[in-house]
C-alpha cells in the first residue's frame, strides 16, 4: 500500500509491532507527541548499542552508546564484580522508556 502512496495510521501498544511494520513512529505520552522519526533515526537518537548493568536486587542501569565499539570498551572497563552485564541493540521500547519514564506495559 505504501509503495501506491496510501498512508496507514497505526495506534498500538505493540511497539515491537510498531517497530517492524512502520515507516515513521510518533511516541504519545499524556496526549502529546513527544518523539517523531523512522525506527532507525529514534534509536539512533537515543544510541544504537545499550548495555544493561545489573548490579544488585532489581537495579539496572541502562548505558546508551552510539556504536558497538563504545559500548564494548565501557563493557572492558567495568570491575569484574558486576553481577550480570548484557550488550545488545537499542530498540524503541528503549526510546519510550528513556523519552517518557516509564514501560508501554505500565
Known sequence: MNSDGTTVFLTTHYIEEAE???DRVGIIHQ????????P??????LGLAVV???RSGDDTEYRYFQDR???TEYVQSLPSSTE???MR???LEDVFVEL???RVSE
Do not use: F, P, Q
Open 20 to 22: 517492524a511494520l512502520c
Open 31 to 38: 496526549g502529546r507527541m513527544i518523539s517523531l522519526g523512522s
Open 40 to 45: 532507525l533515526e529514534l534509536r539512533k537518537h
Open 52 to 54: 544493561e548493568r545489573r
Open 69 to 71: 565499539g563504545s559500548a
Open 84 to 86: 550480570r552485564i548484557v
Open 89 to 91: 541493540e537499542s530498540n
Open 100 to 102: 517518557t519514564g516509564r
